[in-house]
C-alpha cells in the first residue's frame, strides 16, 4: 500500500517539482469528489482560478485515462508538499512546487492530494511544532508558535477519506506574524503512522504578506472617547484575532476584544461584521466593512439604553477570576490588573477587582490616564472613585471600597458572575459605611 498526499497552494505555482500522476483510476467516483472540492474552495471563499475550474469541469464531464490524468495535472501544479505513506503506513513529506505564501493574521486555504492504492478510509490529520495554543503556553513556545493549521472537513467534505486511489482533501493554515518564517508541517493517519527520521515532516519557508491596521474611533453616546467591546467575525463566521494566537491584553477565552479611542487591530484584506457594546447597559449594534491593503479608520459609536447609575445603582465585579483562575495552578501567572483595565472598561463597571494570590488586605491602585478614562474616573457615575476601576485584591478576599460624592461606601456582591465566566452585571446600591 502506497498513500501520497500533496498539499496544494491556490496560488499561481512555479514548478519547482512534479508529483507523480496515479493510473488505474476510475473516472467516475474521482469527477465527483474534484467538484465538491472545487465547490468547498468557493464557500471558503479561496476558489481556485477561474481558468483552472473550468478545465476541471470540462475533464469531470468527459471520461477515461486521459480525463483522470488531466485533472491531476491542474491540481498537482498547485503542490505545496506531497506526501507518500508506504504499505506499513508510515508516512513521508515531500515539498512540492507551489509557493509558501500566507498572509498575516487571516487564513489560507490549501489543498491535500491522497493517493490510496490500499483504499484505506482514516483521517487525514496535519501537525506542526510552529501551532498551538499561545495561552498557557511556555514562554519560550510563543515566538514559535506562529501558524494554526487544520483540516477542513465539513460539507460538502467528508472527515474521513473515501478509499479512493486518489483524492483532494482541504487545509487552512493561519499565520500570526508578517515577514519571512520557517515552519514544518507534518501529516499522519493515525498513531505510529509518523515515518523515521522526521521524514513525515517539510520543512517550509513562509512568507506572509502583512495584513491592514484598522484604526477604531470609539466615542459613548455623549461623543466622548471611550473603551468598548468588539466581536470581530469574517463571513465564514472565523473570529479575529484567533483566539489561539491572542496574548494579554487580549485573551483566547472569550471571543470579543476590547479597544480603546485611539487603538487599532490588523485585519487581511475581506468582507467584515464588527459587533460592538460596552456592557449591559448599552445596545449592541452592528457594522459591515470592507478591508482592503491599506490602513484605514473606523468611527463606533456606542448608544446607551438604560443609565441606572442616575438612581444610585452601580455596576462591578468584586471577584474576578482572570485567565480562568489560571492562578490556581500557576500562582505567579495570570491575568493582571493592568490587562483587565480595558476589559472593565470595555463593559463599563464601575468596580472591578482582579484576584491574585499574595497577603490579603493589599490593594494595587492602577490609576490610568489617557483620553479613554481621566484620572479620577469623572463621568464613570462614581464621582472621585479612583481605585476601583483598577483595583486588584491580592489574596481571596476583601470587600471594595470607594468614594462616592465625598463620601466612603461599601460595594457588596458585584460581580460579573461566577468566576469572570459571562458578561451578565450584577447591580448594587451604594450604601453609605
Request: glycine content about 10%; aromatic content about 6%; proline content about 7%.
Amino acid at each position: 500500500m502506497r498513500i501520497a498526499i500533496a498539499l496544494l497552494g491556490l496560488s499561481t505555482a512555479l514548478f519547482a517539482q512534479e508529483l507523480p500522476i496515479v493510473t488505474g483510476v476510475e473516472h467516475q467516483p474521482l469527477a465527483a469528489q474534484v467538484l465538491r472540492v472545487i465547490e468547498a474552495l468557493q464557500f471558503l471563499g479561496e476558489p481556485l482560478p477561474g481558468a483552472d475550474a473550468a478545465e476541471l469541469r470540462r475533464l469531470a464531464e468527459g471520461s477515461g485515462s486521459a480525463a483522470v490524468a488531466g485533472m491531476q495535472k491542474i491540481l498537482d501544479r498547485h503542490c505545496l508538499v506531497g506526501v507518500q505513506i508506504n504499505p506499513e503506513s508510515r508516512v513521508k513529506v515531500l515539498e512540492g512546487p507551489a509557493k509558501a505564501e500566507l498572509v498575516e493574521q487571516g487564513w489560507r486555504t490549501f489543498l491535500v492530494k491522497v493517493q490510496n492504492e490500499a483504499g484505506i478510509t482514516p483521517v487525514l490529520a496535519v501537525e506542526s511544532p510552529n501551532a498551538g495554543m499561545l495561552h498557557g503556553a511556555d514562554p519560550g513556545a510563543v515566538a514559535r508558535r506562529f501558524l494554526d493549521v487544520q483540516m477542513f472537513d465539513k460539507q460538502p467534505m467528508r472527515p474521513r477519506l473515501s478509499g479512493l486511489e486518489v483524492e483532494y482533501r482541504i487545509l487552512q493554515i493561519f499565520s500570526k506574524t508578517a515577514g519571512k518564517r520557517e515552519a514544518r508541517l507534518g501529516f499522519n493517519v493515525g498513531q505510529g503512522t509518523q515515518d523515521l527520521g522526521f521524514r513525515n515532516e517539510a520543512v517550509l519557508l513562509f512568507n506572509t504578506r502583512p495584513a491592514a491596521k484598522v484604526s477604531f474611533r470609539v466615542l459613548d453616546f455623549d461623543d466622548r472617547p471611550t473603551t468598548g467591546a468588539f466581536l470581530i467575525k469574517d463571513a465564514k463566521g472565523r473570529v479575529y484575532p484567533s483566539q489561539a494566537k491572542r496574548l494579554a491584553p487580549d485573551f483566547a477565552f472569550h471571543p470579543q476584544i476590547y479597544r480603546a479611542n485611539g487603538e487599532n487591530v490588523l485585519l487581511p484584506p475581506g468582507e467584515y461584521t464588527i459587533e460592538y457594546t460596552r456592557g449591559p447597559e448599552y445596545r449592541k449594534k452592528v457594522q459591515r466593512v470592507s478591508v482592503k491593503e491599506q490602513p484605514m479608520d473606523l468611527t463606533f459609536r456606542l448608544e446607551r439604553w438604560i443609565d441606572p447609575a442616575k438612581q444610585g445603582w452601580y455596576s462591578g465585579d468584586h471577584h474576578i477570576h482572570a485567565a480562568g483562575c489560571a492562578h490556581y495552578e500557576k500562582p505567579t501567572e495570570g491575568v493582571y490588573p493592568k490587562d483587565m483595565m480595558r476589559h472593565i472598561l470595555g463593559e463599563d463597571l464601575k468596580v472591578g477587582s482582579v484576584l491574585s494570590w499574595g497577603r490579603g488586605g493589599v490593594r494595587l491602585s492602577v490609576q490610568p490616564h489617557g483620553p479613554h478614562l481621566p484620572a479620577g474616573a469623572e463621568g464613570t457615575g462614581l464621582p472621585g472613585l479612583q481605585a476601583h476601576r483598577g483595583l486588584a485584591q491580592l489574596g481571596h478576599s476583601g470587600v471594595p471600597l470607594g468614594e462616592v460624592a465625598g463620601r466612603r461606601h461599601r460595594f457588596c456582591a458585584l460581580r460579573v458572575g461566577p468566576h469572570g465566566e459571562d458578561r451578565s452585571t450584577a447591580y448594587r446600591r451604594a450604601a453609605a459605611v
